[in-house]
């Protein structure tokens, strides 16, 4: 369109016209409809008694009310299955009036999945689709004063049982239809999740009153410029009344500038820009700062009205600009992360919902979860399309933290119909998503699907589904171009895993090691981990290995008596097909199996460290053939054994420990290249590296039995192999030897590392697995001292001590360490912090239960 330039013109004095927001979050009752209610509830659920939060759900609800067990504790998961079986309904009763205001809209920003809404009586809505917000133009149902509002959610599990005979049965992996509904998939169980099937308004509602015009839609793109930014807004303006005749100006602001243009009568939709100079541009966490910069956009009358702003919006915004470099080389097809130019190695983790009731998931536990990331060395999040769109605060703490977000649109394992109902649902759920995250600096890719390209080529679907749609539409079609018109700077891949399409116009196997994107699951499913160095991936978007939570959460969520690890607590909480099966076939290649239950739950803790810290530090000496690493998973959703860093109750696993070792910025590992071995220096920092390499085989009593020193300078955002001297990598008795490589940086070099501390940069490298090895029982002294965020432990070895770590969570479910997983040589030592705000106990830091290594799963 063209646009106008804003003309002056005689001053029309006017009233305001603000728009008005009424928040209907008060009053709520509940009540069950219809289905298998228990007897000794039916009284309490049968005459709207029960009090309701908004934004809530029936499980929250019902928990207040004293009326259902936690059910996240042992079996309760199977005891209120019946809850999603049930029809819900909500009331709530307010006072209105119209205000002066042109038009009244009833606004849901979600509801939890099928709802028939009627406002004093009236159907005003038919809602089926959790993942979308909805806006109806209540004035014809509004009266002046008191107004009922009633939303009946139908029984997800049985609507969508419904909705499968409807459209045809579709491949999946798990018994209940989940494919059929536009609700989070892992409601219905995943093979980490409890099944819950809630049901709830579960975002915000409101009244919005307004007049004249209101911003319907704001698209920003901010794209940095040689010193400073543009944002380039695309407006559409939703009119009061049809035949409307006004015109409207369009204002946007950005750092201390201003644009303009004139929305003539007739139409909807302009573009606007507005450039400022000296603004920093954007970088992911461990490459820059994250500067954001709020761009307001607002629409008033077009002069001579002067009654202010009609309305407003503010985003925040980051410039830098995104591309996925995917062109062929003479290897395959690279999958490389760029940012402002500078190729980033992604490490990243799979994010599940932090709750499997996701409404008690607010700000602040968001910003716990991501600072645990942060910390873990993390600068990707992956949100996995089994879940949820999250809420705007995970997307805007993202922002101000670096860690950049991958979004997968919400289709995962399954075969999903192309046909109305859900068609029309999933184009209004990805439009409105697409708009809502794409102004975000952190979002770096939007992704069709979680394994569908991969179970329609590999899972028997082609013969099962005989020719019915199975989601290729969506992920080939409809998404791309979606983003295309909406935001056309973000990136979009179909698929993950995906391999790019090659020069000669075929399309590689979607997990074709040497394009794109590759999962791989078949070392967790049947394989032992070391064979993950069989593989040469471009980059590696799901991995992992399982492990049980942290100790006291474990002991809270299940009251097993005697507690092992096939009681019965503990085969609910274990939701993988033959998940202690593979548990212990993982296991035996490295550890015996413990008898006793405390030291089975370490040895399948730590186990899952090294399963992932040994992948991690494969990945990584690839680089830059390899370019990135998503491990699955940061977080759980329930206390339960599974592949998260985070458990349930927000504890920090051993396997966290893994991750911020093998991200760190400067790392170095021993691998094995041809018929040898190299020392690979990784240098993911700004600045070079350089410094003195000593690579020594030593006896597990820290003798030194053969020594190789070099020079090495590593470049920023580099990597460095160096061959290890035969001499030096051949052990003479491999059970009882290792080698380690240390890196003195120069600017230490004048300087002796005191105390016994240990070096900057090590990597080792053992001859045999730990089973079969020498390995003698751990001796430490420890020193204990109070300090300001709570105790100050000092460990020295006498003995070649490996893993060690303190699960401080058996004394203080509340302690915290973010040191573990260290490893001392004879008479080195190292310092955990204990935080911790109830007093501790310092004899209990001395206990074998808190005080864990590798060693004892080996002495005898």
């Known amino acids: 369109m063209t646009l106008t330039p804003v003309l002056a013109g005689a001053i029309v004095e006017t009233g305001p016209l603000r728009a008005h927001t009424r928040e209907l979050h008060d009053g709520w009752r509940m009540r069950a409809a219809a289905g298998p209610v228990p007897e000794h509830l039916r009284d309490a659920l049968s005459d709207g008694s029960v009090d309701a939060t908004v934004p809530g759900c029936v499980h929250t609800d019902l928990l207040a009310g004293g009326l259902i067990p936690d059910p996240y504790l042992d079996d309760n998961e199977a005891l209120l299955a019946w809850i999603g079986l049930v029809d819900w309904t909500y009331e709530t009763r307010f006072d209105w009036t119209a205000g002066g205001h042109e038009r009244h809209d009833l606004v849901f920003d979600g509801l939890d999945t099928v709802a028939t809404v009627r406002l004093n009586g009236t159907i005003v809505l038919e809602a089926a689709n959790q993942h979308r917000s909805y806006r109806v133009d209540a004035r014809a149902a509004l009266v002046e004063g008191e107004n009922v509002l009633e939303v009946a959610f139908r029984s997800p599990i049985r609507y969508a049982n419904a909705q499968s005979l409807e459209l045809g049965a579709r491949p999946r992996p798990y018994p209940l239809p989940y494919e059929a509904i536009r609700k989070s998939a892992a409601n219905f169980g995943w093979d980490w999740g409890i099944a819950t099937y ?5 975002r915000p509602v409101r009244v919005e009153s307004w007049s004249v015009a209101r911003l319907a839609e704001v698209r920003i793109a901010a794209t940095p410029t040689v010193g400073g930014g543009r944002a380039e807004a695309v407006v559409r303006v939703e009119r009061a009344s049809e035949d409307a005749a006004s015109s409207f100006v369009l204002t946007a602001t950005l750092g201390g500038s201003r644009g303009e243009v004139l929305l003539p009568a007739g139409s909807d939709t302009a573009v606007l820009a507005v450039e400022a100079a000296g603004l920093e541009r954007w970088w992911p966490a461990g490459y820059g700062d994250q ?10 009358e077009e002069p001579p009205h002067v009654r202010g702003d009609l309305d407003a919006v503010v985003r925040r915004v980051g410039f830098r600009t995104v591309e996925w470099d995917t062109a062929p080389d003479a290897d395959g097809t690279p999958f490389t992360l760029v940012v402002n130019g500078q190729p980033v190695f992604v490490k990243g983790v799979n994010w599940i919902p932090d709750d499997a009731l996701p409404v008690r998931v607010d700000r602040a536990r968001y910003e716990r979860r991501l600072q645990q990331a942060l910390a873990a060395n993390l600068n990707l999040i992956r949100v996995w399309g089994g879940g949820i769109y999250e809420s705007d605060d995970f997307y805007a703490l993202c922002d101000e933290l670096g860690l950049l977000t991958w979004q997968d649109f919400l289709f995962a394992c399954a075969a999903y119909p192309e046909e109305e109902p859900l068609r029309g649902e999933i184009e209004a759920e990805a439009r409105e998503n697409i708009v809502r995250l794409a102004d975000h600096a952190s979002l770096v890719l939007l992704t069709g699907n979680n394994e569908n390209l991969w179970g329609h080529e590999d899972w028997g679907w082609k013969s099962y589904l005989d020719g019915a749609t199975w989601g290729a539409y969506y992920y080939h079609e409809l998404f791309p171009a979606l983003v295309a018109e909406l935001a056309p700077h973000v990136p979009y891949s179909p698929g993950s895993p995906f391999s790019p399409a090659q020069a000669d116009g075929t399309t590689p196997h979607p997990n074709a090691e040497p394009h794109g994107t590759m999962h791989l699951w078949e070392q967790w499913n049947r394989r032992d981990y070391p064979t993950y160095r069989e593989h040469l991936p471009r980059f590696v978007a799901e991995f992992g290995w399982q492990g049980p939570p942290a100790w006291s959460t474990l002991v809270r969520s299940v009251s097993d008596s005697p507690l092992t690890p096939e009681s019965p607590g503990m085969v609910v909480h274990q939701k993988a097909m033959e998940g202690n099966v593979k548990l212990t076939n993982g296991l035996l290649p490295h550890f015996r199996v413990p008898a006793d239950m405390e030291t089975w739950h370490w040895a399948m803790q730590l186990n899952q460290a090294h399963a992932v810290r040994f992948a991690l530090d494969h990945f990584r000496s690839l680089a830059p053939y390899t370019m990135g690493a998503v491990v699955w998973q940061l977080n759980d959703c329930w206390p ?5 860093a985070i458990d349930g109750d927000e504890r920090l696993k051993p396997l966290w420990f893994a991750l911020k070792a093998a991200f760190a910025p400067r790392v170095v590992t021993i691998q094995p290249r041809d018929d040898g071995l190299v020392a690979v220096l990784g240098n993911d920092t700004g600045s070079d590296w350089s410094g003195s390499l000593a690579v020594r085989r030593l006896g597990f009593d820290g003798s030194e039995l053969a020594v190789q020193t070099v020079s090495v300078s590593v470049p920023a955002r580099g990597s460095l192999s160096v061959a290890i001297d035969a001499s030096v990598a051949t052990a003479g008795d491999a059970a009882a030897e290792l080698l380690v490589a240390d890196v003195r940086d120069r600017s230490l070099s004048e300087r002796s590392e005191t105390n016994g501390a240990v070096p900057v940069g090590r990597g080792f490298w053992y001859f045999a697995e730990p089973r079969d090895s020498a390995l003698p029982a751990a001796e430490l002294t420890i020193d204990a001292t109070p300090v300001a965020e709570g105790t100050e432990v000092r460990l020295t070895a006498s003995t070649l001590v490996r893993d060690l770590t303190l699960l401080v969570d058996k004394i203080d479910p509340d302690a915290v360490t973010e040191q573990g997983l260290v490893t001392l040589l004879p008479g080195e030592s190292t310092v955990f912090t204990v ?26």
């Open 198 to 202: 809630t049901s709830g308004i579960w």
């Open 291 to 300: 500067p954001l910069y709020d761009v307001h956009v607002s629409i008033r």
């Open 640 to 644: 339960v054994t599974s592949w998260a």
């Open 835 to 860: 935080r911790h705000t109830s007093p501790l106990d310092e004899s209990l830091l001395r206990s074998p239960r808190v005080i864990r290594t590798a060693n004892e799963l080996v002495a005898r």
